[in-house]
Structure formats: structure tokens, C-alpha cells
């Protein structure tokens, strides 16, 4: 059984595993889009980096279209039982019309250059990051779908943490330092009184395992994690619990800031030229990324089996995490009407949490 663990950036193919194998982001679905592409659309190979957690998880059904899982999970050394649902497309996608190749990684730092330069062509990051993409390639970025929703968690093992402001004198370790995690922490923190750095610590870590291992060493320590490895530490750590719903805390806090904005974790975002030049497989990857989506929420015991072939987290893990996931497919004015109302949130709390500005019409597919 895989738990989250460190590795080096995975590039996997349909066709089969193009690279050495590395072991290892609530609410009903919006359809990403309607119809089939073209018929006579030329095929192209889309090319998709996803993290090791909710939005790897949210795109296995579509990485397994083509039995690919299966190879992935052989050369990973990952035993399938005999009667596994791996390479049997449990998400119905069928055929597709182009190629696919996934990349998968432990942090957005190592696959957003990927996107800069054009190896990849779509990429799932976290939010703020898809605004600041924008500004730095001067709107050669867009977001095709919002993915995740709230999945940060605050794990306490000495059962001490019950509100926000319990946090006040202690230390919290935590990934995702420049990104949707930080901005998230801090808008919460500040809206109960705390000033982070100053009333609450943060140490920074670059993987979420990492925060596992630190949490386990010290069990003063409280840790912010995301799903599904929040779920993991449960599972690991004597004692650990769930202490605070950091999207319930967010939720709290907006209101009490006359705010509905939603915390929105994570988004899909493809280069510019990619969307403009290749309309109809824009088309198929949202439609197939919507079923996906849509059967990983359906069926989580079926879809943790895929999310273990593909090295993300450990069917058992997967399983009981996809629940808390708040993994979605969202698109269009939905998508924009969330999106720019998280964005807002965080330029008012720090304007270059988002690049300096907020993005422009050009950054929403619509």
C-alpha cells in the first residue's frame, strides 16, 4: 500500500509509461462541457500535469480510458488484485479522439516552468498561482476549470485545537508557502485576531509529507494538510484528529467580512495558444475530465483502486479521503464567478498573492 511520500516528477503516457516510475486538489458537479469533438478535428497529444492529491485523484477515471493505469502501476511494482478495476475505464470515457500524457509531482514549483515553456499544455495548480501565471506570461495563461474546492485541514495531536483561536502560541507546519495554503492560513488567522509569524508560527515545508514526518516527531507540532493527506495522518499518527475544516473556518470568516466568496484550492489552467489552436480538444479534455470527476465522487472504493495504480496514495487512504476531497469539474460562469470572488479575497488581504493584479476577461474560459 503506497502512503504520500516524496518522488520525482512522473510523466506518464496513455501509450504506456514514458519515463522511470516515481511512487508517490464537496458539492455536486457542474459538467465541464456538452458535445463530442469534431470528427474530423486533427489528433493532437494533450499533454496534463497534475499534483499527488485531490487533482491527480480527480483525473485517474480519464489516465485509465486506455488501460494505461495498469502499466503505470507494473512499473511502479504496485500488486493489482485479480478482480481490480484497473484498465477496465470504470469512468465510461471510451474512446478518445487524442493522446494524453500526465505528468504528475509533489509540487506546482516543479511543473508550472513546464507549462512557461510548452511541454505541458494544461496544467492543474493552485489558484492564486494560475493568476500570477497570467501576469507573468502576460495573459498567455487561462483557467478552463475550477477542480478543487476547500480540502485544508488542521490535524492536532494533543487535542488542544478546537477554534482558530486555539491556534494562538503554537506552531504549524505546512507546505504550499506562496500559494493557495498560505493566503488561505492567513486571511483565516488575521480574521480571528492573529497575526501569523507573530501570535502563531509557521514552519514551511516543501512536501506535505514532510509535514507528516515533523507532526509525528513532535506531537506539540499542529499541522495543515490538505486531503488526502490529512487523512493519512490520521490513519498513521496516534491521537491525530481533524481539528479544525479550514473551508468552514474560511466560510465563517468571509461572512464575518461580508463576503460569499468560496475557498477555491485548485484550478486547471492551459496555455493560451493551446486552447486557441486546438478548440475541440480543449472540448474532449473537459467532457472527459467531467466524467472522471464525476465517477471518483461516485465511487470512491472503485476509483481508490486507480488512485493507487497511479501512485498518488494508497486505495485505503484514497477511499476513505475522497469524501473530504471536495473535488469538482466546474467550468464556465460558474467557474468565473467563484474564481474572481476567491481572487478578490486574496488581492485585497495581499495583492501579489495574485501577481499585483487581478487577471483580466482573457484569464476565464467561457
Not at 183 to 200: F, H, K, Q, S, T
Not at 309 to 316: E, H, L, N, T
Not at 323 to 331: A, R
Request: charged letters at 20%.
Amino acid at each position: 500500500m503506497f502512503a504520500p511520500q516524496d518522488s520525482p516528477t512522473v510523466p506518464i503516457s496513455r501509450r504506456g509509461v514514458i519515463a522511470a516510475f516515481g511512487a508517490a486538489a464537496i458539492l455536486g458537479i457542474s459538467g465541464c462541457s456538452d458535445g463530442s469533438p469534431a470528427a474530423d478535428a486533427e489528433p493532437v497529444t494533450v499533454r496534463v500535469g497534475a499534483l499527488r492529491g485531490p487533482t491527480g485523484m480527480g483525473l485517474v477515471g480519464l489516465m485509465d480510458a486506455d488501460g494505461m493505469l495498469a502499466d503505470l502501476a507494473a512499473a511502479g511494482g504496485v500488486e493489482l488484485a485479480a478482480d481490480t478495476a484497473v484498465g477496465t475505464d470504470p469512468a465510461g470515457i471510451g474512446k478518445l479522439a487524442n493522446s494524453y500524457e500526465f505528468t504528475l509531482a509533489g509540487s506546482a514549483d516543479e511543473l508550472a516552468p513546464q507549462l512557461i515553456q510548452g511541454d505541458l499544455d494544461c496544467l492543474c495548480v493552485p489558484a492564486n498561482l494560475a493568476a500570477t501565471l497570467y501576469q507573468s506570461t502576460e495573459g498567455e495563461v487561462e483557467v478552463v476549470a475550477v477542480n478543487t474546492l476547500g480540502v485544508l485541514d488542521i490535524v492536532d495531536r494533543a487535542g488542544q485545537i478546537e477554534t482558530v483561536a486555539d491556534l494562538a502560541g503554537k506552531t504549524i507546519v505546512s507546505a504550499g508557502r506562496g500559494s493557495t495554503p498560505q493566503y488561505a492560513l492567513d486571511y483565516i488567522l488575521r480574521a480571528n485576531g492573529l497575526e501569523p509569524g507573530a501570535d502563531v508560527q509557521i514552519e514551511w515545508k516543501s512536501e506535505h509529507a514532510e509535514c507528516l514526518a515533523a507532526l509525528e516527531a513532535d506531537p506539540a507540532l499542529v499541522a495543515m494538510l490538505p486531503q488526502p493527506f490529512a487523512t493519512s495522518a490520521l490513519a498513521k499518527l496516534d491521537g491525530a484528529r481533524i481539528a479544525i475544516d479550514l473551508t468552514e473556518a474560511w466560510n465563517e470568516a468571509a461572512a464575518a467580512n461580508g463576503s460569499d466568496a468560496q475557498l477555491i484550492t485548485g484550478v486547471a489552467v492551459a496555455r493560451s495558444n493551446f486552447v486557441d489552436e486546438h478548440p475541440e480538444a480543449v472540448k474532449e479534455l473537459l467532457d472527459a475530465y467531467a466524467a472522471s470527476v464525476d465517477f471518483v465522487n461516485r465511487d470512491p472504493a472503485v476509483a481508490a483502486q486507480l488512485i493507487e495504480a497511479a501512485g498518488i496514495v494508497s486505495a485505503a487512504v484514497a477511499e476513505r479521503a475522497i469524501p473530504y476531497c471536495h473535488i469538482v469539474c466546474v467550468t464556465g460562469e460558474e467557474m468565473r464567478s467563484g474564481l474572481e470572488g476567491y481572487l478578490e479575497t486574496l488581492y485585497d488581504a495581499d495583492p501579489e498573492s495574485v501577481g499585483g493584479s487581478l487577471p483580466g476577461d482573457d484569464f476565464y474560459l467561457v
